[in-house]
C-alpha cells in the first residue's frame, strides 16, 4: 500500500509535468494581430504554374500599440477551406496548432513589420485542387506563434477562391505508356505463336 | 511403386515420429531416387527435386524455383505501388478517404477471381503460359497509371493490376511440378514468403523513385506518374525471362506434361464437392482472411497511417511500411516451421494450437499499434504484429495439406480467394469511412483478428483430435485411413483410385506426435500387405 502508492503518484505528477512542457499553443489562444487581403475575387478558379496571387498583410490597429512588440517573423500561407476538407482527415482543422492540418502550403516567410507588406506569388505546380483562404502566423524569437491573420471570415466562408491544378500528365508520357504496353503484348503474343509452330513441326 | 513388399510392418518404413512434413530434403526411403536423371539435384521417379537448394540457379528446378518467387515478388511490387505514394496521389487526382479505401478494396479484389481462374489456366496451359500471360497482359494496367486523372481510373487501375496477384497459384502450382511432395510444404512457404516480401518492398522502392526522380526536375504531380514505368517494366523483363528460361516439367515443356496425363484424373466436381462440403474448409477461408486478409490491408494504409499520423517524411513511413511487409523473409516460414516443431511433439493439436497463438498475438498487437501514440512505440507494436500475422500465414499451410488429400489444390485456392475476401472485407469495413480515423481502424481491425481466430477451437480431426478434445478412441474413426478414405466412394475405391489417400494417411501419422509408437494398428491393410 505504502511504496507503490507514492511511486504511482510520483509517476503521474512527473508525467504531467513532462506534458506540461510539451503544452502546445492552440489557434484559439492567438490574437488577431494582423490584417491581411489576398488578391482573387471570392470563387475566382486560378490555374497552378501560371496565375499569381498577391497577399498584402499589415497590423490590426484595432489592437493597442505595443501590442505586436512579441512578433518576430510573419509566415503567409496557403489554407484549405471547409469544403476541401470535407472526407479528406489529413486535411483537417484542430485547435492544437502542431496537430492542426489546415495550412499545408507555405507562401512566403518575412521579418515583421507593422507597416503594410506585399507579396506576390506565382501559384507553385504542386498545389492540389481545392477551395482556399490565405491566412498568416506571427511567430516570436521562440518560434512560437503567437498571432495571427487571415483573408476570410472567422468561419471561413468568405472570400475563398479556388486553384485548379495541374494534371500531372504529359503527351510524352502517355505514349511511353502505349508503346510498352504493346510491345508487352506482342512479346507474348509472338512467343506464343512461335512456339506452338515449332511444336506442330517438330511432331 | 517403391515400396518394399510383404513383411507386416513394412507400410511403416522410414514413418516415424519425428518426420517433419516440412523439410528441406526427402531422406525416407520410400522416395527412391532415381539414378538414371542427370539433374544437378537428386530426383525422384518423377524426376522432382529431393533436396533445396536455396542458392543454386541450376535448371530446372531451383532455376524455376527463383523465376516464379520473382514473378510473385514483381506482381506484390506492383499491387502495392501505390500505396506508399498515397499521400501525393490524393491530392494530385483530388482523391478522398472513400476514393483512397475503395481503391485499396479494388486492389485485392480482383485477385479472387483471377486466382481461381488461374488454377484451370495452369491445368490447360501449363504454369510457365500461366504465369508470363499474367505477367505481361497486367503489364499495361501498370502502365496506364500514366493516364489516370480521377478517382474513378484510379479505382479501376488498381483493381486491374491486382489481377496480377493470380501470379500466387501459378507459383504454388509450379513448385508442386518440380518439387517432391515432402519438401513441398518449405518450398512453398519460402517462395510465397518471399513473394510476399514485394508488398514491403515497394514501400521502400516507390518513395526511393519517387524522390530520385523529382531531382531530376519533374514536378510531384508527373514524378509518381512516372515512378510507375519501373514496376510495369519490371513485369515485362520477368515476362520474357520466364518465356525463355522457364519450363512447365523437370523434363520439358507443356507437350509432355499432357502425354503423361499428369493432368488430373480425378473429376472437378467431385473434387468441388469434397471442398466445399468439409467444414474445416470454411473455418481456414476465414482464418486465412484474417492472417494473410490483414497482412494485404496493411500493406495498403499503413504507410499513409504513419505519414499522417506521425508527421513524417514520405521516404521515412515507406521505409517503417516496408519493414512490415519485408518481415515475410523469416516470418512466414518461420511459422511454418513453429507448425512442425509442435506437430513432432504433440501432433495436429500442437499445429492448431501454434496457430491459435501466433493469429491472436498478431491481432493483440494490432489493436496495441492502433492505440500507439508515440512512434518508437508504434512500430514495435507493427513489427510484432507483423511477425504475429505473417507466422499465422505459414502455420495455416502447414495444417491445410492434411484437411484433404483429395481436393488439395482447391482447398489451398479457397483459403488463398477467402485472404483476398478478407483483405477487401477490412479495407472496407474499417478504412474507407471518413467516421472512423485509420487509428481506430487498426484497432478494430486487431478485435476482428482475435474474434474470427476463434473459430480454430471448432477445427476437430477424428483421428488427432482439436484444441479442446482429444482425438476419438473409436478404433476405426480414430484411424487416419477412415478419414482420408471416406473421401471416395465405393466405386471409386473399386477402380482403386484411393490408393495416393491410403499412402498420404500412411505417411500422416506423424501428426499423433509422441503417440505414434503407440498407435495401435487399424484393421485397413492395402492390398500390398494383404
Known sequence: MGLPTILFLAFISLSSLAFSCYANGTFSALQNGLLVTSSPKAGQVLKAGEKNITVTWSFNKTFPAGTDSAYKTVKVKLCYAPISQENRPWRKTKDELNKDRTCQHKIVSRPYSPSTNTFTWTIERDIPSATYFVRAYVFDTKDKEVAYGQATDAAKKTNLFEVEAITGRHASLDIASVCFSVFAIVSLAGFFYLEKRKGKTSK | ?530
Not at chain 2, 492472417?291 to 496493411?298: H, I, N, R, W, Y
Open chain 2, 1 to 530: 511403386m517403391g515400396d518394399i513388399e510383404g513383411s507386416p510392418g513394412s507400410s511403416m518404413h522410414g514413418v516415424t515420429g519425428r518426420e517433419p512434413v516440412l523439410a528441406f530434403s526427402v531422406a525416407s526411403p520410400i522416395v527412391l531416387t532415381d539414378p538414371t536423371a542427370k539433374f544437378d539435384l537428386p530426383v525422384d521417379s518423377e524426376h522432382k527435386a529431393k533436396v533445396f537448394k536455396l542458392f543454386s540457379f541450376a535448371n530446372p528446378h531451383m532455376r524455376t524455383f527463383h523465376l516464379s518467387w520473382i514473378s510473385f515478388f514483381t506482381c506484390f511490387v506492383s499491387t502495392f505501388a501505390a500505396a506508399p505514394l498515397v499521400p501525393i496521389i490524393r491530392d494530385n487526382l483530388n482523391l478522398t478517404k472513400g476514393d483512397v479505401g475503395n481503391a485499396g478494396v479494388a486492389s485485392v479484389s480482383g485477385s479472387i477471381f483471377s486466382r481461381l481462374v488461374m488454377g484451370a489456366v495452369c491445368d490447360l496451359l501449363g504454369p510457365r503460359y500461366g504465369c508470363a500471360f499474367v505477367i505481361m497482359l497486367t503489364a499495361p494496367t501498370v502502365f496506364c497509371m500514366s493516364f489516370v486523372a480521377d478517382a474513378s481510373g484510379y479505382i479501376a487501375v488498381r483493381f486491374m493490376i491486382g489481377f496480377s496477384l493470380a501470379t500466387f497459384v501459378t507459383c504454388q502450382y509450379w513448385m508442386s511440378t518440380m518439387f517432391n511432395g515432402k519438401i513441398i510444404g518449405t518450398v512453398n512457404g519460402t517462395a510465397a514468403g518471399w513473394g510476399n516480401m514485394g508488398g514491403g518492398a515497394t514501400q521502400l522502392i516507390m518513395p526511393l523513385l519517387y524522390d530520385l526522380i523529382q531531382r531530376f526536375g519533374a514536378t510531384p504531380f508527373t514524378a509518381w506518374r512516372i515512378a510507375f514505368f519501373i514496376p510495369g517494366w519490371l513485369h515485362v523483363i520477368m515476362g520474357i525471362l520466364v518465356l525463355t528460361l522457364g519450363q512447365d516439367l523437370p523434363d520439358g515443356n507443356l507437350g509432355a506434361l499432357q502425354k503423361k496425363g499428369d493432368v488430373s484424373k480425378d473429376k472437378f466436381s467431385k473434387v468441388f464437392w469434397y471442398a466445399v462440403t468439409n467444414y474445416r474448409t470454411w473455418i481456414f477461408v476465414l482464418l486465412y482472411g484474417y492472417s494473410m486478409g490483414v497482412e494485404l490491408s496493411t500493406d495498403n494504409v499503413i504507410a499513409e497511417y504513419f505519414f499522417d499520423r506521425f508527421d513524417l517524411k514520405l521516404q521515412t513511413a515507406g521505409i517503417i511500411a516496408a519493414t512490415f511487409g519485408m518481415a515475410n523473409l523469416l516470418a512466414r516460414p518461420f511459422g511454418g516451421y513453429a507448425s512442425d516443431v509442435a506437430a513432432q511433439r504433440f501432433g495436429m493439436r500442437g499445429r492448431l494450437w501454434t496457430l491459435w497463438i501466433l493469429q491472436t498475438l498478431g491481432g493483440v498487437f494490432c489493436i496495441l499499434l492502433g492505440r500507439s501514440n508515440s512512434l518508437p512505440i508504434a512500430v514495435t507494436m507493427m513489427i510484432i504484429f507483423s511477425v504475429g500475422a505473417q507466422a499465422a500465414c505459414g502455420a495455416t499451410f502447414g495444417i491445410i495439406p492434411f484437411i484433404s488429400r483429395r481436393s488439395l489444390g482447391i482447398i489451398s485456392g479457397m483459403t488463398g480467394a477467402g485472404g483476398n475476401f478478407g483483405s477487401g472485407l477490412t479495407q472496407l469495413l474499417f478504412f474507407t469511412s471518413s467516421q472512423i480515423s485509420t487509428a481506430m481502424g487498426l484497432t478494430y481491425m486487431g478485435i476482428m483478428i482475435v474474434a474470427c481466430t476463434m473459430p480454430v477451437t471448432l477445427v476437430h480431426f477424428p483421428q488427432w483430435g482439436s484444441m479442446f478434445l482429444p482425438p476419438s478412441r473409436d478404433v476405426v474413426k480414430g484411424s487416419e485411413e477412415h478419414y482420408y478414405v471416406s473421401e471416395w466412394t465405393e466405386d471409386e475405391k473399386q477402380q482403386g483410385m484411393h490408393q495416393g489417400s491410403v499412402k498420404f494417411a500412411e505417411n500422416s501419422r506423424s501428426e499423433r506426435g509422441r503417440r505414434v509408437a503407440s498407435a495401435p494398428t487399424p484393421p485397413y491393410a492395402t492390398p500390398n500387405h494383404a
